[in-house]
């Protein structure tokens, strides 16, 4: 099931520059949250530092609390590999295991955590691409085709069940469907709708109408600030800052 996420005065640097100011956020359990706002608010910057990915990048810097159910992200003592189990991440470029077989893309978080039994990772893997809404194109070439055999939209459906594989709490997503073409974006958004109802889902998109469509709650950034943070229906229709409007009618961005 979902868990609730709890940003306080999160702030983050590259080097010397500061790319997130004092983000305070309360995002609900088992719905669809959104994000957006113009290229270079922090959108991507902000998702990342939900489960601590900022630490893959050199001089990166983080600030602030982060709370994910009960765990205290940027606390003493939460290992990298506990977190990301909880926190299932996925990206604009689908970035399958090129070489691995479908089954061993899906399979292989499950075996980072040790598992080791057949017949609890068959289970596994079959569930994962039920829910990514991928397994009657795959299930007669699980072991002998590839990730990087398969279409852009089926690698990234086979991303999304790698990442439902471990039974996360939260699925991270930046921009998850902004590099498909329009069947495989709706298959995506279809699935985001259902997923949501167990997970707590956070989106970053570029795409209003997407945030419309698939998200109840929606914050908008603005030069590494969060502006507003309401219901999605709100700030499309009645926005309480003036920079959120002239942002969603069209102004700038
Ligand atoms: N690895 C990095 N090193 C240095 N600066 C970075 C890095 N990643 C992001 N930044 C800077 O941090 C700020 C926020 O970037 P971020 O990628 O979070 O924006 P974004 O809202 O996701 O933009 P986009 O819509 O283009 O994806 C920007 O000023 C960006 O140049
Ligand atoms: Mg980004």
């Not at 997130?20 to 270079?40: E, Q």
């Not at 991303?159 to 329009?182: F, K, N, Q, T, Y």
Request: glycine share 8%; hydrophobic share 40%; net charge positive.
């Amino acid at each position: 099931m979902g868990v609730p996420i709890q940003a306080k005065g999160l702030n983050a640097w590259f080097g010397k520059t500061q790319a997130l100011y004092d983000i305070a956020l309360d995002i609900p359990p088992n719905h669809a949250t959104a994000i957006i706002g113009p290229s270079g608010c922090g959108k991507s910057t902000f998702v990342r530092c939900l489960n601590r990915m900022h630490e893959t990048v050199p001089n990166a810097r983080v600030a602030g609390s982060v709370n994910i159910g009960t765990v205290d992200v940027y606390g003493n003592g939460t290992p990298a590999v506990e977190l990301r189990r909880r926190v299932g991440m996925v990206f604009q470029k689908p970035n399958p295991f090129p070489t691995m077989s479908i089954y061993d893309n899906v399979a292989a978080g499950l075996r980072l955590n040790g598992i080791r039994n057949r017949h609890k990772l068959d289970e596994s893997v079959e569930r994962s691409l039920r829910q990514a809404a991928l397994w009657d194109e795959v299930k007669d070439s699980l072991n002998t085709k590839s990730g990087a055999s398969l279409s852009g939209g089926q690698q990234q459906r086979l991303c999304i069940a790698r990442a439902l594989a471990v039974e996360p709490e939260v699925m991270l997503m930046d921009e998850p469907a902004s590099a498909l073409d329009p069947i495989s974006t709706s298959k995506v958004e279809d699935l985001i709708y259902q997923l949501k109802e167990h997970y707590t889902i956070v989106i970053v998109t570029h795409n209003m109408q997407q945030a419309a469509r698939v998200a109840e709650f929606t914050g908008f950034f603005l030069m590494g600030r969060l502006v507003e943070f309401d219901k999605t229906e709100k700030i499309f229709t009645t926005p309480r800052d003036k920079r959120t409007e002239d942002y969603i009618t069209g102004r700038f961005g």
